[in-house]
């Protein structure tokens, strides 16, 4: 069962259902951080398990026809997610991802400034052979490209915008860290004890209480399907931000 911190917010004590989207055939919703996405022929981590997982945690009831997983996010991040409510409609947003018509736009806050402040990161990812958990970035790895946009310089840290034109497993968080510049609170890639250096201390506290990645998900756009659907930021992300601003 997703964590209290998982569930959607409560207004006038109701719970707020996440769904950016329901035409009938496509759903899609705003996933917290915290609710898995894996799957796995272990117990409790089938797709339909997870489908339900997502549902739960997204204020939603459990219905007898579970719709279909077309992406998936890390644990840890939050954001649009597309689920398809019938196998034809799966098919063609299937197809979209993996011949890259859909565009994916990603939000993130990372320690450091990069240089220059807009790029694009293209070096290939690859299983880590010394932690089969993690990926990282190896000559014999599979081709990955992200570009980036720094939206604002705040002292530490920098306010993202991402574009991954590829689909690899962390690439996003693999590609910051490579070039110096780990996600805040991602503890797999470097980014989660950078905040000790932190001056400012109600700033350094506050990055200390990050428990995942600063990772969303906040728009992806299927042109093709007449798809564009945003998610607005988590309302940690915001704190975060409005703190720094002082």
């Known amino acids: 069962m997703p964590s209290a911190d998982s569930r959607p917010p409560l207004e006038g004590g109701v719970r707020v259902p996440r769904v950016l989207l329901d035409d009938g055939s496509v759903l899609a919703l ?4 915290g609710v898995s996405m894996a799957t796995s022929s272990r117990p409790d981590r089938s797709e339909p ?35 398809a409510r019938d196998a ?9 991802f993996q011949e890259r018509a859909a565009r994916k736009t990603y939000r993130a806050l990372v320690w450091g400034h990069p240089v220059p402040s807009r790029g694009l990161a293209d070096a290939p990812l690859g299983r880590d052979p010394k932690d089969g958990r993690k990926m990282a970035v190896r000559e014999s790895g599979k081709p990955a490209v992200t570009r980036w946009t720094t939206l604002r310089r705040y002292p530490s840290v920098a306010d993202l915008e991402l574009a991954p034109e590829t689909g690899r497993t962390h690439q996003i968080r693999v590609h ?71």
């Open 30 to 33: 705003d996933k917290p951080s």
């Open 49 to 83: 398990d997870v489908v339900s997982r997502i549902l739960e945690a997204c204020g939603l009831a459990v219905p007898p026809v579970l719709p279909l997983l077309v992406h998936r996010l890390d644990e840890g991040t939050s954001g649009v997610v597309l689920l």
């Open 88 to 96: 034809a409609t799966h098919r063609r947003l299937s197809m979209a």
């Open 176 to 246: 910051l860290a490579a070039k110096g510049h780990p996600i805040v609170g991602d503890d797999f890639y470097g980014g989660a004890t950078r905040w000790r250096g932190v001056r400012d201390p109600v700033a350094r506290s506050a990055f200390a209480g990050v428990a995942h990645p600063l990772l969303h998900a906040a728009r992806v756009v299927v042109a093709s399907l007449g798809i564009d659907v945003e998610a607005p930021l988590p309302t940690e992300y915001c704190g975060l931000l409005a703190l720094l601003e002082r």
